[in-house]
């Protein structure tokens, strides 16, 4: 089990990879109105011994999510076989990562990918909205997680990420009753909305001449009630 953690100033609180992606995963469906998973241990190291397996591949080095960001493309990493391609065990989602963003990664763009018609998305469009699917299948309850060093003499490269979800998802004939909610999938494709500028009046504004005067309102009406105590 992958045991580098992450400290979380805010909460006040540290995490280990491994409990922030359960965290991402169970976060995402409170979201879309889910019960949240339950964590399998004997699922999770045959998840991470599969990862392990992926690293002796030797398979080359996949667009990191954060690349594709930066470069505001759709692209997934292809190239990892799944273990279970026809779903019969479990759903099965794979990434390679240095930053902790897989699971948000599979969740945000998954979700602008599969709002699109099957028909029209891309290959890599398609494997982003089954990652998004898998994670949001109502009826699967219970997910492992398996992380790898992608090269082991190399403990601060990358890893690979083995997710693993039962009861399967991503059934066929299956997606309507259990891709509920879809009117969320509009959050993700809204265009971001300006912020109203406001406006702060300068110093030479009415506002501050205002204040100028009732200060000196304020001096006079003092140092006259000084003057006259002195006439008394």
Known sequence: MDLHGIYQPCLGAYYTTMEEMIIDHNQHRRNWILPEFGFSFPLSEEAEEYAKHLATLNIPDQMLYEEAQEKNMVVDQLDFPLSDPEKKEYTENICEFRKNICVKFWTVEGAKCYGISKELRTKHEQSLAEKFSAITWKASSVMGIGIALKNPSNENGRKILV?????????????EENIRNTEFIDYY??????????????????????CSLERGIYIISFVLMIFFSFLC
Not at 163 to 175: A, D, E
Not at 190 to 207: C, F, N, Q, V, Y
């Open 163 to 175: 997710v693993r979800y039962t009861p399967p998802g991503n059934q066929p004939g299956q997606y």
């Open 189 to 210: 494709t809204l265009e971001a909305m300006e912020e109203p500028e406001i406006e702060i009046e300068s110093k030479t504004s009415r506002g501050s001449k205002d």
